[in-house]
């Protein structure tokens, strides 16, 4: 992913809510699978990491986005943004360079 391309995600990001939790269970197969579900259908997802779970959200990124097949677009205190584009018919077009 470019750097313009990662831009342009933040940008639709921004004004997103986030639609999971991350709590202190940290990654686990329940979650992963949640999350998975979520932004296959969707994309481009937020995930809130709460206060009770102890994991560094960073490295919780990586953990998540290697199961789920998907991409860290940014990952901002405790929110972590993902991206995986839909095989057949993305929704979102990034721009070329």
């Not at 470019?2 to 940008?11: A, I």
């Not at 809130?48 to 290697?66: T, Y």
């Not at 097949?69 to 095989?87: A, C, E, F, N, T």
Request: glycine share 4%; aromatic share 4%.
């Amino acid at each position: 992913m470019t750097s313009k391309q990662r831009s342009y995600l933040k940008s639709l990001a921004s004004n997103m809510e986030p639609i999971l939790n991350i709590g202190k269970a940290g990654a686990s197969p329940e979650i992963v699978e949640a999350i998975n579900e979520a932004v296959t259908a969707r994309e481009l997802i937020k995930i809130g990491v709460l206060k009770n779970c102890f994991d560094d959200p960073k490295e919780l990124a990586q953990i998540v986005a290697e199961r789920t097949h998907s991409q860290v677009v940014q990952v901002i205190g405790k929110k972590i943004v993902l991206y995986k584009p839909d095989k057949e018919k993305p929704s979102i077009k990034l721009p070329v360079d």
